[in-house]
C-alpha cells in the first residue's frame, strides 16, 4: 500500500490512498505535507515565483527563462482559472522563440516585479475575454526577442554574421558548416545581448505551433493534486478564520458577545469587521463551529423588508422612465406609431451568483517591513494596490502569490476576502487563512444583476422589422463596485448595461436602445459574458418571436437580417448545416437557434430540448459554431465553449438569487442547483474563422447565446414563451 506521510492526512494523501484502495498500483508514493513556509503553485511543468530572488542566469527576458538542460520556462502573467492561460500564453511565446514544446514549462509571473520594474508584465488582469487578444502582440515579440538573442549569442561563439545562422527546435545552426548549440548553452549570453532594434513577429500564415491543439499543461498536476489553490496553501503556526456577516447585504453588526466563545477549544480571538465578525482558530473547523455559536444581532440597514418579488416590481416600474438612450437610429416613435401592429414583449433575469466551486478564501502574513499574500485573484495588481493602500506600505513591499483559482467568472476580481484577511492579520501575530464558507460565498456574493428588458417591434409588408426598440432597466456594476475600487465612471450609459442591445447584428432602419440603472442593496459585478448573459437572452428571444410572427423560418429570418455581414452568416450558415437544422424533430421535442457577439467572437448555437409528459426539460443536444478570428489552441476552444455553455445552461435552466427580508436565500448547491453530468447534453464545437486581424475572446463568448437558443427550442416543442428566467418558474406540463 502506499506510504501516507505522518505530517497529515491531506486532500492530496487521500487521492493518492483511495486511489490505491480502489486497485491502483502505488509504488511508495509519498506527498508530504506544506512544511516549507512559501509552498509552490505546483509540480513542473507549473511553477511560481514565490520570492524575490534575482533573475537565474538563463533568464533572456521577463518572460523567458532557459536552463542548460534546455528547460523552457515561459512566464505567464494571467490568472489559471480553467480557461487554459498557463498553456495558451506559453504556445504564443513558444512560436516565436522556436524552441522544443516538449521541454516547456509554465509559471506564474511575479505581480511584485511587475510593480517594482515599471510594468514588465504589462497588465495582469484576467477578465473580458482578454488573455489572448490583449497580450499575443507582445507575448510574440518577446518570443521573437529572445530568439534573436540566441542566434546573436551563438553567432558571437563562432564569429560568423548572425545572418547566416537560424534558430528552430531549440538551438541554433549555422547554416553553411552545419554546426549547431541548443538554447541551454546559448541562454546565459543571449541574456547579455542587446538589440538594436526588435524583431518583426510572425504573420498568422507563419504560424505552426499557433493553432494546433496541444494538451493543456496543467491537467496533470491538476489531476494528481499536486496543483495549488489557494484553499490549499499551508503555512508554520498558521492560525484559521471564519467570518460571519450580515444576512442582509449592506448591514452592520449590533452587538455580539465574544465571552461566550472565547474559551471553545482553540479559538483564538474574535475580530471586528465592517459588516461582521471574524473568528480565529487554530483550526478553521473550530473557527467555524465557533462562528455558528457566537450570539450576535444586526442592523440590517436599507434592505430590511425587501424582496425578490418588489424587485421585479421595481424593474418593471422603472421601465416607464425616465431612460437615457443608448443608441437611435432612424425615427423609432414615426415607425412604432404608423405600424398596423406593434409586436411587445418583457424578458426578466434574476439575479445570479458565480457559484465558484473554490469558495472566496485569502491566506496573509504580515511582517513589519513585508506583507505576504497567497490567493486566487483575477487582478494581482489590484489586489496589491489595495493591499498596500490598506496596509500603509508601498506596492513593492506586498507580494501576492496567485494560487490557482477553482473558478472566477469574475468574482475574483474583486477581493472582499482580502480586506477581511488584512483586517484580521493586524491583530494576530501568526500568518492568518481566512476562508469563507459555501453559505458565506453564496449569500455574500457580488450577483450578476436582476435586469427588466421591454421590446417593441413591427414587421414590414414583406415580412422583416421596420423597427426594434429596447429598453433595460439594470444594476450598475460600476456604482455597486465603486466603494471597493474607485474606477472612474465611464461618460453616457454604462457600457455593460447595453452590451448586446447597441451592438445587435441584426438589420433594422429604425433602432433605439434606452436605460435606466437601478440598483437594489444587493451588490453587483461582473458576470461570466457581463451584459451580454442578460440582453442576448432578451435579443435573441424578440427575434425569433418576430420570425413567428412573419411566419417565417427562425434560421432563415435572421439570415435575412444578416445580409451583408458575411462572418456572422458563416456562423449562422455553418450552424444550421451541422446542426441539421431542416431535420424535422419528433414530438415532444425542438429545435432553438441563437447568434451573438461578444468580446470579439461570434458565436451561433443550436439547442435541442425533450420535455416529457410532467413537463420536465432536458437539454439533450447542444450545437455551438465559434468565429473568433484566429485561435491559439483549438482543444482549448473546445473546453471553453462547453464550460461556458454548461455555465448559461445552469442558470438558464435552474438558478436565481432571491431576496427575503432583505437577505439573500440560497446558500448552498441545494438550492442552487448545478446542471449534473447525468443532465449534461451532447456539446458540439466546430470553428467557422474569418481569419484577417481578428483575434476574439473565448472564455466567455459561449455563454450568452445558450439561454435564448434553449427558450426557443421550448418553443418549438410546446408553443410556449419563456420570457422570464430561469426555465425552471415555468410549468411545461400543460399541453406538452
Not at 4 to 31: E, H, K, M
Not at 174 to 191: I, P, Q, T, V, W
Not at 558 to 586: C, E, H, I, Y
Request: net charge neutral; glycine share 10%; proline share 7%.
Amino acid at each position: 500500500m502506499g506510504h501516507i506521510d505522518s505530517t497529515g492526512l491531506t486532500r492530496r494523501n487521500f487521492l493518492v490512498a483511495t486511489l490505491t484502495a480502489a486497485g491502483g498500483l502505488a509504488i511508495g508514493v509519498s506527498i508530504p505535507g506544506f512544511a516549507a513556509a512559501v509552498p509552490p503553485i505546483g509540480a513542473p511543468p507549473i511553477g511560481a515565483p514565490w520570492d524575490d530572488a534575482p533573475p537565474p542566469a538563463g533568464e533572456i527576458n521577463a518572460w523567458i527563462v532557459i536552463d542548460p538542460d534546455d528547460t523552457v520556462t515561459i512566464r505567464c502573467a494571467k490568472a489559471e482559472m480553467g480557461e487554459g492561460v498557463l498553456t495558451s500564453m506559453p504556445m504564443i511565446v513558444a512560436e516565436e522563440l522556436g524552441c522544443d514544446w516538449t521541454r516547456v514549462r509554465s509559471e506564474y509571473a511575479s505581480a511584485n516585479r511587475n510593480m517594482r520594474e515599471n510594468m514588465v508584465y504589462k497588465g495582469m488582469l484576467t477578465g473580458g475575454s482578454s488573455a489572448v487578444r490583449a497580450s499575443r502582440p507582445y507575448l510574440q515579440q518577446a518570443g521573437a526577442s529572445a530568439r534573436v538573442r540566441l542566434i546573436q549569442a551563438a553567432a558571437t561563439r563562432w564569429n560568423v554574421p548572425a545572418g547566416d545562422c537560424e534558430a528552430a527546435d531549440g538551438k541554433v545552426t549555422h547554416k553553411a558548416s552545419g554546426r549547431s548549440l541548443n538554447y541551454g548553452a546559448l541562454a546565459g549570453d543571449a541574456a547579455k545581448v542587446a538589440l538594436a532594434k526588435e524583431p518583426d513577429i510572425k504573420t498568422p500564415d507563419q504560424f505552426t505551433l499557433i493553432g494546433k491543439s496541444q494538451a493543456r499543461l496543467d491537467t496533470k498536476v491538476k489531476v494528481t493534486g499536486e496543483a495549488i489553490f489557494g484553499i490549499d496553501v499551508r503555512l508554520p503556526d498558521m492560525l484559521y478564520a471564519a467570518v460571519v456577516t450580515c444576512p442582509v447585504p449592506g448591514g452592520t453588526v449590533k452587538s455580539y458577545d465574544a465571552a461566550a466563545i472565547l474559551k471553545q477549544r482553540g479559538v483564538h480571538s474574535v475580530v471586528p469587521l465592517p459588516n461582521g465578525v471574524a473568528i480565529v482558530a487554530d483550526r478553521f473547523w473550530r473557527a467555524k463551529q465557533a462562528a455558528l455559536a457566537l450570539p450576535i444581532e444586526w442592523n440590517p440597514g436599507a434592505g430590511a423588508g425587501t424582496s425578490s418579488a418588489g424587485f421585479a416590481k421595481d424593474y418593471r416600474d422603472a421601465l416607464k422612465g425616465p431612460l437615457e438612450n443608448a443608441k437611435s437610429t432612424g425615427d423609432v416613435a414615426k415607425a412604432l406609431n404608423d405600424a398596423p401592429k406593434v409586436i411587445e414583449a418583457l424578458y426578466e433575469v434574476p439575479y445570479l451568483a458565480h457559484a465558484t466551486m473554490e469558495p472566496l478564501n485569502c491566506t496573509v502574513q504580515l511582517q513589519a517591513d513585508r506583507l505576504d499574500i497567497w490567493m486566487g485573484t483575477q487582478a494581482p495588481e489590484i489586489t496589491t494596490g489595495l493591499a498596500a493602500k490598506t496596509m500603509g506600505l508601498k506596492p513593492e513591499q506586498v507580494y501576492v502569490h496567485n494560487c490557482y483559482l477553482g473558478g472566477g467568472f469574475g468574482r475574483r476580481a474583486i477581493n472582499d476576502e482580502l480586506m477581511q484577511a488584512l483586517a484580521v492579520a493586524r491583530t494576530v501575530p501568526n500568518p492568518v487563512k481566512l476562508i469563507w464558507t459555501r453559505e458565506e460565498d453564496m449569500r455574500h456574493d457580488r450577483y450578476r444583476p436582476q435586469a427588466a428588458i421591454a421590446f417593441k417591434g413591427a414587421l414590414g409588408k414583406d415580412g422583416m422589422p421596420t423597427v426594434i426598440q429596447a429598453q433595460t432597466a439594470v444594476g450598475s456594476i460600476m456604482k455597486s463596485i465603486k466603494p471597493m475600487l474607485d474606477f472612474p465612471s465611464p461618460p453616457g450609459v454604462e457600457p455593460m448595461a447595453v452590451e448586446g442591445l447597441v451592438n445587435m447584428p441584426y438589420d433594422v432602419p429604425n433602432l433605439k436602445v434606452d436605460a435606466v440603472l437601478k440598483n437594489t442593496h444587493v451588490p453587483v459585478m461582473f458576470w461570466r459574458s457581463v451584459g451580454s448573459s442578460q440582453n442576448a437572452f432578451a435579443v435573441e428571444s424578440f427575434i425569433d418571436e418576430l420570425a413567428h410572427e412573419a411566419g417565417q423560418d427562425p434560421y432563415q429570418f435572421r439570415r435575412k437580417m444578416l445580409a451583408g455581414k458575411p462572418d456572422f452568416l458563416s456562423v449562422l450558415d455553418t450552424l444550421a448545416q451541422k446542426a441539421n437544422w431542416n431535420q424535422k424533430m419528433p414530438a415532444g421535442k425542438g429545435r432553438g437557434i441563437a447568434i451573438h457577439e461578444s468580446f470579439g467572437t461570434i458565436v451561433g448555437e443550436c439547442v435541442e430540448v425533450a420535455i416529457d409528459a410532467k413537463g420536465k426539460v432536458r437539454c439533450e443536444r447542444v450545437v455551438a459554431v465559434v468565429d473568433c478570428g484566429h485561435v491559439v489552441n483549438p482543444r482549448n476552444v473546445e473546453m471553453q465553449i462547453e464550460s461556458g455553455v454548461i455555465y448559461g445552461l445552469t442558470a438558464a435552466l435552474y438558478d436565481e438569487i432571491t431576496v427575503k427580508d432583505g437577505a439573500i436565500e440560497q446558500g448552498n448547491f441545494d438550492s442552487y442547483q448545478m446542471v449534473r453530468l447525468a443532465d449534461s447534453p451532447k456539446i458540439e464545437t466546430y470553428l467557422a474563422l474569418s481569419g484577417g486581424t481578428k483575434w476574439g475572446g473565448i472564455g466567455e463568448p459561449g455563454t450568452p447565446p445558450i439561454a435564448p437558443a434553449l427558450c426557443n427550442a421550448i418553443f418549438a416543442a410546446t408553443g410556449r414563451r419563456v420570457r422570464q428566467l430561469p426555465v425552471g418558474k415555468t410549468d411545461f406540463s400543460r399541453g406538452v
